[in-house]
């Protein structure tokens, strides 16, 4: 049996995933205890132990979830997709030709996925397995139902295959492995993940380092200076700007800026649309009460304007 790519997240012994349960061998235990890991219904694995989670129920709620999908699905912020994606294929097609990754799987990590909204693009990019992980659990059960439906899930892979054949489809789809853990205890073997990406998603320099093989690559996708300004204007009496490279200090030890991309996109929502945003962003707690109904109330007579702007930044893994 091959080296697992997964591993036990209360032992750290090799977990071997299944269609029906994921399983550790307990070599790492020290009573060679195994620990089972069911997946679910939807097709996602639960792979966050009670010992690691801050609260209840961690992570996006599912009104948060269920209002993102709907703005995203709207095409909002297609571009910053298309853009991500675009950065995948070049990466991922350069690094076929510079270290013969033809002939070696390439693993990819969407920390921080959500519902999957870029997630699910970027599977069509060129890579062989995509970890979807996240710690929201009614994000991943979203994710896992509609990657699911499009047969992507790790254990659908021949029917994958074959609809590729069939559709005489160049690139191939990458497995999904849906999973609910902590970034910051990571359930994969060491220098295994040929890259990460994290969009609007903590950033943990030494955690993706571990995992991350040398020469990996990290792509963040952050809000740039002037995003929503006009709606954190209309929200709040004083406006902190958006501060995206603060957190690159924290990456030096680890590894090297290699590019920088930005990207704008001017917004016309609806007062649907609007109330979809500020529920998926900070807004919906940080903003008084009466500035959101103020806000949402001139988005009933015109169309309220604004603009998105991101930084896309793209990192490579110094080597040791």
Known sequence: MPVSLFTCPICQSPLQPAKDTWRCDGS???????????????????????????SKAPGDS????????RFLDAGY???????????????????????????KPVRWLDIGCGE??????????????????????????????????????WYQQDIANKKTEAEN?????????????SAAHLPLRAHSITGISSIFSPILPEAFATVLKDDGYLLI??????????????????????DSDKFLPTLAPYFELVDTHNISTSLSL???????????????YRARAENRQA???????APFMTEAKFVVYVLKKLTT
Do not use: W
């Open 116 to 153: 999957g909204y870029y997630t699910q693009a970027m599977a069509h990019t060129g890579m062989d397995t995509l970890i979807a992980a996240d710690i929201s659990k009614p994000a991943l059960a979203s994710l896992a139902k509609v990657s699911k439906a499009a047969s992507c899930l």
């Open 221 to 242: 996708a952050k809000p740039d200076i002037g995003h929503l300004a006009s709606i954190r204007e209309a929200l709040f009496d004083s406006v902190r700007e958006h």
């Open 270 to 284: 609806s007062a649907g649309a609007l109330a979809d945003l500020l529920t998926m962003t900070p807004y919906a």
């Open 169 to 181: 489809t160049k690139t191939k789809t990458a497995a999904i492995y849906p999973l609910v853990t």
């Open 28 to 54: 790492l235990h020290p009573k060679q205890t195994s620990h089972p890991f069911d997946v679910a219904r939807q097709g996602y694995v639960n792979l966050l132990p009670v010992q690691q989670k801050k």
């Open 77 to 103: 912020y297609e571009p910053l997709q298309a853009l991500i994606c675009q950065q995948l294929t070049q990466l991922l097609g350069q690094g076929k030709t510079a270290s013969n990754l033809s002939k």
């Open 62 to 69: 599912q009104q948060s979830i269920n209002a993102r999908q």
């Open 295 to 301: 806000l949402l109330a001139s988005a009933e007579t």
